[in-house]
């Protein structure tokens, strides 16, 4: 009969968690070329979080999102990225307006 050995492996995570995306990751995700990206946090219409060890920009996972309608605007619309600038802090407006406004509809409704 044939003897078996067995091994004891220890297995060591060498990856931190992040809760942040890589460049490369977030223009997989929006099926875009990084320098794309990167151009778009050029242009003031992404912010990106921190860097990485690496010096890579990361990203919060909101920004997928966001770029998805910036290249709709761009590709669908013809917008170019002065106006999607415009409209994009018009839209963030237009949210927080009406969220005030449901709010105020809450406290009037709430006194009656």
Do not use: W
């Amino acid at each position: 009969m044939k003897e078996e050995k067995y091994f004891l492996v220890r297995v060591q995570r060498t990856v931190e968690y992040s809760p942040y995306l890589g460049l490369t990751e977030v223009a997989y995700r929006c099926g875009v070329h990084p320098e794309l990206i990167d151009r778009f946090v050029k242009l003031g219409l992404v912010d990106y979080v921190e860097h990485s060890a690496e010096g890579e920009a990361l990203f919060d996972a909101e920004v997928i999102p966001l770029v998805r309608r910036i290249l709709r605007l761009r590709n669908e619309l013809g917008v170019n990225y002065a106006g999607i600038g415009v409209i994009l802090e018009l839209m963030a407006r237009i949210e927080s307006l009406e969220s005030h406004i449901r709010q105020l509809e809450e406290q009037f409704f709430d006194e009656e």
